[in-house]
């Protein structure tokens, strides 16, 4: 046995308790260091994600399984950006129409508005609009296509088409996961299986 003495509190120094205990066991080791993975997934990486099939076909078989016209998104939510979008299309007089000075007046002659920015749209090249809206403060992206996607320098950046090897196929590609942690691609641990390839691991696990 071994004895032990401390003071009671720090308000009482001259208080001293005495206490008889066992040797201490040993202390257990340490439980292994746990590291954190920084995770990041992108807005437009799982857009790709949530479309796996459609771009599983594209990567697998080529062309665009869905077909679209070249087009463009622009969002002018408010009299600002609005106003910014009839400069940028030099049509300055639709600031003075009052169809179109607030937000629910242009609302409500929208059938009249959206023909007259889609007649000026049609007469430029995508890209120029574009960049002529994007000077001007204009949110505005194109409607891209799966094949427009894959050629998207941050797509390829971030490795969102990888490739692995099939027992039937070769080397296949096949379209990674969008979250990345610690900013490297997800590893392809298996091909696509096969017909029932798995069925007797699965069963043998489950004990069926």
């Given amino acids: 046995m071994s004895g032990e003495f401390r003071a009671m509190s720090p308000q009482r120094p001259y208080c001293i308790s005495a206490r008889h205990h066992a040797p201490a066991a040993a202390a257990p080791p340490p439980p292994p260091a746990v590291r954190a993975a920084y995770c990041v997934a992108r807005a437009l990486c799982v857009c790709i994600l949530v479309l796996y099939d459609r771009n599983l076909i594209y990567v697998l078989y080529g062309g665009n399984p869905i077909s679209l016209p070249t087009s463009l998104v622009i969002a002018a939510a408010n009299n600002g950006q609005f106003a910014?979008?009839?400069?940028?299309?030099?049509?300055?007089?639709?600031?003075?129409?009052?169809?179109?000075?607030?937000?629910?007046?242009?609302?409500?002659?929208?059938?009249?508005?959206?023909?007259?920015?889609?007649?000026i749209?049609?007469?430029?090249?995508?890209?120029?609009?574009?960049?002529?809206l994007q000077a001007h403060g204009v949110p505005c992206a194109p409607v891209s296509t799966i094949s427009e996607v894959f050629q998207n320098d941050q797509v390829t950046a971030?490795?969102?088409?990888?490739?692995?090897?099939?027992?039937?196929?070769?080397?296949?590609?096949?379209?990674?996961?969008?979250?990345?942690l610690d900013k490297q691609a997800t590893p392809v641990y298996r091909h696509p299986p096969?017909?029932?390839?798995?069925?007797?691991?699965?069963?043998?696990?489950?004990?069926?």
């Fill in 84 to 119: 910014r979008l009839a400069i940028a299309l030099d049509k300055e007089e639709w600031l003075e129409d009052p169809r179109f000075l607030q937000n629910h007046d242009r609302v409500a002659y929208r059938d009249v508005l959206i023909p007259m920015i889609q007649d």
């Fill in 121 to 132: 749209a049609n007469s430029h090249e995508r890209a120029n609009l574009i960049e002529k």
């Fill in 158 to 180: 971030r490795d969102m088409l990888l490739s692995c090897e099939h027992p039937t196929l070769g080397t296949m590609p096949i379209v990674a996961n969008a979250f990345k």
């Fill in 194 to 208: 096969l017909l029932a390839e798995h069925q007797e691991e699965i069963e043998t696990e489950l004990d069926l």
